[in-house]
Each structure stands twice: as C-alpha cells, then as structure tokens.
C-alpha cells in the first residue's frame, strides 16, 4: 500500500501529557499537509511543508504544537501540555506539484483524546 | 478571505433518488481551486474532483456531475440515482493558489454535508 499512513490511529492521554504523531507521506508528494478535525466540521488547516520547509502555520496552531518534516520526508505533529479542547482527529495529507493546488490524498487519521 | 458554505447540514434520500449537494464560495482572488471531497464512516477523506476558476464547464463522472456558477459563486454536486455506498460526509472545499513554485495552497473546507442514502 502506498498511500499516506499515520501513527498511531487512535491516542488517550491525560491533560498535561506531551504527545507525538507521525505521518508518512506517499513517497513522491513533496507537499505535506496538517489539518485537525472535530466532529460534525470540516478539516481545519495547520500548517503545511514544501519538502523539508515549513511554509506556513495556522493561527489555530499556538505555541504548544509544532511540527518538523526532517529531510522532506515523513513528518511529525507534537502537542505539549494537552489540554480537553486539542481532543480531536489530526489529518495528514500530501500532494505533488510546482505549483498551484493540486488535489490532496488523505491519511486515516490520528484521534486523540485528552482527559 | 475565504469561505466555503455548505448549508445543507444533512440530506436523505431513498436509494436511486438524484441529489444536489449546494456549495458557496467567497473569494477575493481571480485564481482558485474547487474541491470535492468525500468522507465516508470509515473516516479516510477521498478525494472526488478539482476545479479551477478558469475552466467553467460543467463535469461528469459517472454518477456524479458537478455544476460550476462563477456569477453564483457556487459549486454544486448531484449524484444522480443514488446508491447506498454513497451515503458519506460531503465536503467542498476552496484554495487561492500562488503561481511560484514556493506557493502554498491552503485548502478551505466547508462544514460538509452529510448524506444517507436509504435502501
């Protein structure tokens, strides 16, 4: 299977806890994409890479998520301090493309819930 | 700034029944994407159909076709003699593209609607 995975797919942690998630990209997209999901909304944008470059960074982001994408690769989303309100399923994509918008293919996603 | 609305929070029909799922969308570029997602239970959003703003034909795959209004600003998805399989979350979505190589294309979501088919 070649298409976007993320790890783990389900994560419970208590408020306060750090958490990390990862999500490999299909191989060749050299665009990565973040967005968090609550029920009954839309995926909500948070950051995306170009390669291993962080292009830009909702203000939905505060300073305790970050985000890296070593060598243009997979990347990771880390949370610290959780708290209740970051309960949601954190979606990974990817798509290839110099420019423009190309369409974006979908991981499974990472619920996490803070309690 | 952008903006995608979807104002049908839910919609049932009975199986083979046609549907049109509405979209609207602001915009202050002359450039953009439309997009057509589709979530069913099993989470995974799966990507249906882009559009952009230059190209106003309409298009059909299928089932689906998809009726694009510049002078509406709307986007709209009719899924004509409908399945079970199709009941899922529908979401349109907008994205304003640069032109540079460096340009990112964040992608607006709309709240989505929910479809049920029923057998």
């Known amino acids: 299977d070649t298409g976007v995975s993320q790890d783990p797919r389900h994560k419970i942690t208590k408020r306060g806890q750090n958490v990390t998630f990862r999500c490999d990209p299909i191989s060749e997209h050299n665009r990565l994409y973040w967005y968090r999901q609550t029920l009954g909304q839309g995926p909500e944008f948070l950051t995306y890479?170009?390669?291993?470059?962080?292009?830009?960074k909702s203000r939905l982001l505060s300073d305790r998520f970050s985000a890296e994408r070593p060598k243009g690769s997979f990347s990771t989303l880390e949370i610290q301090r959780t708290e209740q309100g970051d309960s949601a399923m954190y979606l990974c994509?990817?798509?290839?493309?110099?420019?423009?918008?190309?369409?974006?293919?979908f991981g499974p996603g990472t619920r996490l819930t803070v309690t | 700034a952008q903006k995608v609305t979807q104002a049908q929070t839910e919609i049932s029909v009975v199986e083979k029944e046609d549907v049109t799922l509405d979209c609207v969308y602001e915009?202050?570029?002359?450039?953009?994407?439309l997009f057509w997602y589709k979530q069913p239970p099993s989470g995974e959003l799966v990507f249906l159909i882009r559009?952009?703003?230059?190209?106003?034909q309409n298009e059909i795959s299928g089932r689906y076709s998809w009726n694009f209004q510049k002078s509406t600003s709307s986007f709209n998805f009719t899924i004509t003699a409908s399945q079970v399989v199709d009941s899922a979350v529908y979401f349109c979505a907008l994205s304003e593209a640069g032109i540079w190589e460096t340009s990112y294309d964040k992608v607006i979501f709309g709240p989505g609607t929910s479809l049920s088919v029923i057998p």
């Open positions: 994509a990817s798509s290839q493309g110099l420019a423009g918008a190309f369409e974006q293919y």
């Open positions: 890479f170009q390669n291993e470059a962080q292009l830009e």
């Open positions: 559009r952009n703003s230059f190209d106003e």
């Open positions: 915009t202050r570029d002359t450039t953009y994407y």
